[in-house]
């Protein structure tokens, strides 16, 4: 992960980056413990959109072809609240969650994770990153980010040129 800072106006916005290779490793990684923390999952339920490349990664180094998803959409409430989740799509085929694993990319405030084990209580859930506040939400992760920091995702970004320092800068 590489940090970053960015300015806009008066504010300045932490940013973690994380490349395609890095996610591609960490989820490895994650893979990996989960191999020796569990017998075979039954299936993997992805939290779309942001779990369902590591739910392909994870599917692939656990050998489990069953992957189901449930879609979340999470809206703001009333000014000051806290955001609602809406569920656009159950996880049909997880039942209770009993032997499946449910995978996203990050936990933040763990509102989204809370919503999705208490439809699937006895999952397993694991991710990628976890920012403070959204860890005791995770039962695994890889990387912990700070909670003012956002992380962006290899397909939050697209690569663009960048002038020489020596015409970036007017004399
Ligand atoms: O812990 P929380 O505060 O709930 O935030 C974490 C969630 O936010 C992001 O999804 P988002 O709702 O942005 O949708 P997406 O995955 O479809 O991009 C991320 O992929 C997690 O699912
Ligand atoms: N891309 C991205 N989505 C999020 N959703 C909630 N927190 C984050 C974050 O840090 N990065
Ligand atoms: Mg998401």
């Not at 993997?44 to 959409?73: D, K, Y």
Request: one cysteine or more.
């Amino acid at each position: 992960m590489t940090g970053g800072v960015e300015t806009q106006g008066s504010q300045s916005i932490n940013y973690a980056t994380v490349t395609w290779d890095q996610l591609h490793r960490d989820a490895r990684f994650l893979a990996a413990e989960l191999m020796r923390k569990y017998r075979p999952f039954r299936g993997i339920v992805a939290i779309t959109r942001g779990g369902l490349i590591p739910a392909a990664i994870l599917g692939r180094e656990l050998g489990c072809r069953l992957i189901e998803s449930v879609s979340v959409a999470s809206y703001a409430g009333e000014e000051g609240t806290q955001q609602e989740p809406k569920l656009l799509k159950a996880p049909e085929a997880a039942g209770d969650g009993e032997g499946f694993l449910i995978v996203d990319d990050l936990v933040d405030s763990g509102v989204t994770a809370r919503y999705v084990r208490e439809m699937l209580p006895k999952a397993v859930f694991a991710c990628l990153y976890a920012k403070p506040d959204g860890r005791p939400y995770t039962d695994h992760f890889v990387t912990e980010v700070p909670q003012d920091t956002w992380v962006l995702f290899p397909w939050d970004m697209a690569p663009q040129f960048v002038a020489p320092l020596n015409r970036s800068h007017k004399a």
